[in-house]
């Protein structure tokens, strides 16, 4: 079924250097191979005049001090810290001023930030999510927005990921809990 452009959003999760790039804190090669076939996506979204969002994980140094369970840096180590070029985006991808960035703190893009709202204000009911990584903050995002009761759609053929088992997990995951899968190819508008 074709997308409509005006209720769509390509959500592209966490393509920042400390994933994507060889120099980064938390580089995963699939990651880096994944920059093309996002960058495809988000050419496909706007060309057909839909909406494109970023997330960008960020971690102010502080974040973890008081932590007693949830410390991202105990787990992963310290990555993609507020200020830092591990934090930024990657060159590659064309962010434009229309498009809307949302720093996050944990794996679910709409915990404690303005995403929801955004899409709500802006009559977006779909996304096609893809990005970095599939099991992590690609997975938890999607989950939350079906939750939220948008229409979550991941993008399989445009995710990083740290073991190949890892992406199958949360493709399969996806596409029997809460949404729907989709290739690059496969991706149409109205």
């Known amino acids: 079924m074709p997308f409509d452009p005006e209720t769509t959003a390509a959500a ?12 980064g804190s938390l580089y995963a090669p699939p990651s880096e ?8 996506v988000v050419e496909t979204v706007r060309t057909a005049g839909g909406s494109i969002v970023y997330t960008q994980d ?16 105990d787990r992963w180590g310290e990555h993609v810290v507020e200020g830092t070029w591990d934090a930024e985006l990657v060159s590659e991808l064309d962010v434009q001023p229309a498009d809307h960035i949302v ?4 794996y679910d893009a709409f915990y404690q930030t303005n995403l929801e709202g955004w899409l709500r204000v802006h009559g977006i ?4 999510i893809c990005g970095t990584l599939a099991n992590v903050c690609v997975l938890h995002t999607a989950g939350s927005a079906g939750l939220r009761d ?5 993008v399989e053929d445009a995710l990083g990921y740290l073991d190949a088992e890892h992406k199958a997990y949360a493709v399969e995951h ?6 729907e899968t989709i290739t690059i ?6």
Not at 58 to 73: N, R, S, V
Not at 125 to 128: A, G, N, P, S, Y
């Open 12 to 23: 592209i999760v966490d393509m920042q250097n400390g994933f994507c790039h060889p120099d």
């Open 33 to 40: 191979v994944a920059i093309g076939p996002v960058r495809s």
């Open 58 to 73: 960020i971690h102010p140094p502080e974040q973890f001090g008081d932590a007693t369970y949830y410390d991202e840096f």
């Open 103 to 106: 720093e996050k703190h944990t």
């Open 125 to 128: 009911d779909t996304l096609l």
């Open 150 to 154: 948008f229409k979550p759609v991941i």
């Open 174 to 179: 996806a596409d029997w809990l809460f949404g």
């Open 185 to 190: 190819d496969e991706i149409e508008f109205q």
